[in-house]
């Protein structure tokens, strides 16, 4: 299992926000606005005592004394709800906030009548926005979605509107869609909120989102990552994130990895990090030589989460192979209290690598005599390679697998990930980059996650 923190946006935060952001908006205000880009609003002459009386009632109705009582005691709730702490109380608290909201819309019968009218007098588009407006601000003053997505649709649809407002609204739209769990709604106009130029609030993440909550998580992923890559080193942290994620619930390993990568160049944080290790790690079958290179690198980025990382390091590793770096996992673990010296399993480790350890360190120069010999194979340059590594010799490290690369039936792409983990110990960043990106077959995502850490390294975030 993959654990990871990622942020969410629940309908309610959703809801809340598309209330603030849509607030104060007067159809005088509108009327009178004079942009060369929005069409002139006149209503008809017949709508006009319609509208007036309809939002008459309105403006009444927000000051009578229980809708203001409804109304605080819908904030509330609100305020119940973003505290609340675990599943049980966020239901609950979610449950009174349904129910609040619920009574606070049972005091507006006649009102909704006299928007229902302005709807029904309108012969026009003008008189569409302008009852659309109605709709808006009274779904707004009862907290009533339906309403203020009817209002929105209604505005955006009469067409007297200028570009950038249409798109902002239909942005909107698609939010209050989305609450409602109407997905298809929500991304026809989240479509064309993008395609008009909105881009805050995420736009593309909450059309994702539509996808993902529709189960069509191969689409979602799709514009994730169209969006990722338009906005290059400025994709923000949560689409990053919502792609590991999300790629990895589907089980995509294209785009599980893309997104891991992406995510730790940019936000290469222990977090993050021990993520996109942990996605790696679960979609490949890796053996013991490959899943050593990627808990070097959950080493290097310090992205430790749980007891099973330093354990499948030392099984990769083996005590009786490498036993100086074994020794060094186990006592990592021990410090960091995700391993108990009592184990059986860390006790073996322990006693084993410590009493081979100096019988290794003296073999490392009849290692490299061999590996420089002329007829050295690629196996042994590389078990030379392999130990240097392992007692952190990076620079030795790195010759010996420069001879193993010049020798026939090298397996090329397990020495070049480790001349690249040699060159980056060693702050050759740019040199390591390039020898990862030559790395192919299985172990791609492991070289690939390698050399977004040389690149951190490189340029270091602020």
Known sequence: MVRAKFSARTALALALALG????GFSAPALAKEKKPEAPKIQPSKAFIPVYVAANKAIEEAAKRQDVIAARAAVSEAETAYRSAQGKKARDEARARYDAAV???????TAEKEAVEKAFAAATIADDNFFAGKLALELGQL?????????GLQAMVDSGKMAAAENAKFNYYIGGLAYDLRDYAGARTALQAAIAGGHTEGDPEGLLADAYFNDNQPMEGLKV????ATAKGASASEDMLRKGVING???????????F???????FPTQDNWALAIAVVRDMNKFQNQEQIDLMRLMDRTKSWSESRDFIEYIQAADPRRLPGEVLKIVNLGLASGKLEASDPFVADAKSIS??????????LAGLESDARAANASAATAMAAGDAYLSYE???????MYKIALTKPGVDSPRVLTRLGIAQTDQGKYAEAQETFAKVTGLRAPIAQLWAAYAKSKATPTP
């Open 224 to 227: 994730l990552d169209a969006a």
């Open 354 to 363: 410590s009493g081979r350890i100096a019988a290794d360190k003296a073999s």
């Open 20 to 23: 603030v952001a849509t607030g």
């Open 393 to 399: 010799s990076f620079a030795k490290a790195e010759e």
């Open 260 to 266: 891991s990568v992406r995510l730790v160049q940019n």
């Open 102 to 108: 619920t009574a606070l819309g049972a005091l507006f």
């Open 248 to 258: 990895y619930k589907a089980k995509s390993t294209e785009y599980a990895v893309s």
């Open 142 to 150: 009862s907290h009533d979605k339906k309403l203020q997505r009817r």
